[in-house]
């Protein structure tokens, strides 16, 4: 079975332009959450996805939007970049099991880069 | 708010020595805890959950973590820790009271000296 999988792998942009990710989640899986992990600073949630829809979004200002398409697929994208923007972009997506919980499976991430 | 808390930046043990991580979350009610683990330039896996049930969890490659509810913890363990455990570990806490998201700890980094 494949797992979550992101693109690109890596991503170079200079400030103020916008950057688009996209990540594919593992078949069934309807949920899709974005994830920063900026260097020293742990995993911040950015963005939750579920069926189609927007469900919850972290700390992080609008420039921050992405959305879910019909396939469960989603994209991050990210206006205005600035340099603390620098970071692993994670993607996670999940499913509730049998035994009542909900379990996240992680891609490989994209590392952006801003200059 | 919520939050989730490791007590150790950074380990570094020798090979065969004990391991605990420990992991605390900020406040009660019924929770979905998680152990991951990210080794050097590979993608977050899953190490072991806990959702009900046993509150001693065992997990891959030896692993295992302990729900103590009245401590709001889970701590995770192994008895003998390989070179190849050298990784960075996050400890993960979902609360079911509401449909939000997953709350990460600041990860613990782990170096395990031959």
């Known amino acids: 079975e494949a797992g979550v999988t992101q693109s690109p792998t890596h991503l170079i942009k200079t400030r103020g332009q916008q950057a688009t990710l996209r990540c594919s989640p593992i078949s069934g899986h309807t949920s899709v959450y974005w994830y920063q992990q900026a260097l020293g600073l742990g995993l911040q949630f950015l963005l939750w996805y579920d069926e189609g829809e927007e469900r919850n979004r972290g700390n992080f200002p609008p420039r921050f939007s992405g959305r879910q398409f019909p396939n469960y697929s989603s994209e991050l994208n990210v206006n205005a970049l600035e340099l603390e923007d620098s970071a692993l972009y994670l993607c996670?997506?999940?499913?509730?099991?049998?035994?009542?919980?909900?379990?996240?499976?992680f891609g490989p991430g994209t590392r952006l880069l801003v200059l | 708010a919520q939050s989730v808390s490791q007590h150790n930046h950074h380990v570094i043990l020798s090979e065969a020595a004990s391991l605990e991580l420990g992991c605390n979350y900020s406040y009660g009610g019924t929770v979905n805890l998680f152990w991951y683990v990210q080794y050097p330039g590979q993608h977050l896996q899953l190490l072991l959950k806990?959702?009900?049930?046993?509150?001693l969890v065992k997990g891959i490659k030896g692993f295992e973590a302990e729900f103590i509810k009245s401590k709001f913890s889970f701590n995770l363990r192994k008895p003998s820790v390989q070179w190849s455990d050298t990784a960075e570990y996050f400890c993960?806490?979902?609360?079911?009271?509401?449909?939000?998201?997953?709350?990460f700890g600041p990860g613990t980094s782990l170096s395990v000296i031959p």
């Open positions: 993960a806490v979902k609360w079911k009271t509401s449909y939000d998201k997953v709350i």
């Open positions: 996670a997506s999940s499913f509730f099991g049998t035994s009542g919980g909900e379990t996240q499976y």
């Open positions: 806990y959702f009900s049930g046993d509150p």
